[in-house]
């Protein structure tokens, strides 16, 4: 399991990649696209068009993924044996940067389509019922981890707020500058928890201190950390990777 | 040469428009795969290597990652009907069989030593491996990238390769063995250019040894 991390890439070897997602060099790659057109014959060289039809194709995998979903078939679980040590940091700065965050001041904003909007701290969490799971976290980049989470049932959560949950999307925005968002499906599934504990701890600073979103049934990107607000809508909030191209619903 | 109207005795379409069609939009498709699939593999190497950027597309992760979901669906789409034609139509049936180890032997040798002579339209045992073995590799690079995109709602499929990580590692190998095919595809098309134009026209100078069947002049 060791190995794996040798694999990852520091975030330093991602800082020209980041560079280039600013300077919105987004689906484009001109000498490959150069080379596919002078394969297919096709004219490629407008590259406006073939990022449409490229952001058109993962909308349509959303779809496609809302509709594979089975919103009661669980995600595989795994023995405490085989959680990955040390687990992989990942995030779109270095673990020296994740935001230092005071618990006894926390607080969890809540917002939109619910009928409670109260805030809440990390005491108030705690007294809810909790879950645990250890289930394999896959990350949009290939690798993949294993790990255990335990917190409250989003469900649970969204029923204490009274969320509408016909509503269409549940928004995070993080202490990190982080925002996603998912489904109401997924929000619903059994196994999507409001984290408190990383293994027999609390979340630890770099693995999102205090409250992160565990959600096996979707990447790790869509598992947002140092969560310090959550709205329900019907307008898609998108998300800090999603706004840049990484499909929207990205299930696994 | 004939031209569409007036058939000429003399030649015979040896490719139907149907498999020349799914030929090229396949070719395109694989190049769209292989590139961008790549660019993927690069974000977390499973190997001590990655592949050189200009071989890559999408740009980054996102771009590649949708390029792959993208074509994908083309893949797919043009390989069913090229597979439900192949059965329906008794094109697996005509050129792919019988595959006997004897000939198959026998063929190998001769292509080995350079002995062995091209016939427009027909398939030699070697050929027909090939092409047998490509199709099963075109079902597994298939079944074990389900099972990488989806390894919770196609737990099913993902557990036949052993879950996840194995898959990747299947899908890696399923992809190395299609681009081994392709390069002595686009080898042997070096070798004897005279197999390039007929992929396009579908048409094929007569061979005074083969004789054509109705079906094949039909299609």
């Known amino acids: 399991m060791s190995d794996k991390k ?24 001109g000498l490959s696209l150069g080379a596919l057109s002078l394969l297919s014959g096709c004219n490629l060289q407008d590259g406006d068009q073939v990022d449409k039809v490229l952001w058109a194709m993962s909308r349509w995998n959303d779809r496609v993924q809302a509709m594979l979903f089975r919103p009661s078939h669980l995600a595989p679980t795994y023995p405490a044996s085989m959680i990955t040590k ?24 809540v917002s939109g389509l619910v009928r409670d909007k109260r805030s809440w701290n990390l005491a108030q969490l705690r007294a809810l019922p909790q879950a645990s799971q250890i289930t394999r976290h896959i990350c949009i980049e290939g690798w993949s981890a294993i ?22 999307y549940v928004g995070f925005k993080c202490a ?31 693995y999102g201190y205090p409250l992160k979103l565990r ?34 619903f990205s299930g696994s | 040469m004939a031209t569409a109207d ?31 699939g790549w660019a993927i593999y690069n974000a977390s190497p499973l190997f001590g290597f990655d592949f050189p950027r200009w071989a890559t597309l999408g740009g980054w992760l996102g771009g590649a990652i ?47 030593a350079f002995r062995l002579a091209h016939q427009p339209g027909i398939y030699n045992a070697v050929q027909r491996l090939m092409y047998i073995v490509v199709l099963l590799l075109g079902v597994l690079v298939v079944a074990s990238g389900l099972s990488i995109w989806k390894p919770v709602q196609l737990d099913g499929l993902a557990s036949l390769f052993g879950g996840y990580d194995t898959a ?47 079906q094949e002049q039909q299609a």
């Open chain 1, 6 to 29: 040798k694999n990852l890439p520091k975030n330093s070897e991602l800082q020209p990649d980041l560079v280039q997602l600013q300077r919105r060099l987004f689906l484009r790659s």
């Open chain 1, 86 to 109: 040390p687990f992989p940091f990942n995030a779109f700065y270095d673990a020296d940067s994740a935001p230092e965050i005071d618990g006894d001041t926390y607080k969890l904003e």
């Open chain 1, 147 to 168: 790990g255990q989470w335990s917190g409250v049932p989003f469900r649970t959560f969204l029923a204490h707020i009274g969320a509408d949950t016909t509503a269409k």
């Open chain 1, 176 to 206: 990190d500058r982080y925002y996603s968002s998912i489904d109401m499906a997924t929000a619903l599934h059994p196994q999507t928890i409001l984290a408190l504990d990383f293994g027999q701890e609390p979340l630890p600073t770099e």
């Open chain 1, 215 to 248: 959600v096996p049934t979707k990447l790790g990107f869509k598992n947002p950390k140092h969560i310090a607000a959550i709205f329900v809508t019907n307008e898609n909030p998108g998300g800090y990777w999603e706004d840049q191209g990484y499909n929207w």
């Open chain 2, 6 to 36: 007036q058939p000429d005795s003399r030649v015979r379409i040896i490719h139907p428009l149907l498999v020349r069609v799914v030929h090229w939009i396949n070719a395109f498709a694989i190049v769209c795969m292989v590139m961008s």
């Open chain 2, 66 to 112: 949708a390029w792959h979901l993208a074509a994908m669906w083309l893949l797919v789409a043009n390989g069913l009907i090229y597979v439900g034609y192949g059965f329906l139509a008794g094109h697996f049936r005509r050129h792919f069989l019988p595959l006997r180890p004897r000939d198959l032997l026998r063929d190998a040798k001769d292509a080995l």
């Open chain 2, 168 to 214: 990747r590692r299947v899908h890696f190998i399923a992809m190395a063995g299609i681009v081994a095919f392709v390069a002595v595809h686009l080898a042997l098309v070096l070798i004897v250019p005279s197999t390039l134009l007929p992929m396009l026209t579908g048409r094929a100078p007569r061979h005074s040894r083969n004789k054509t069947s109705k």
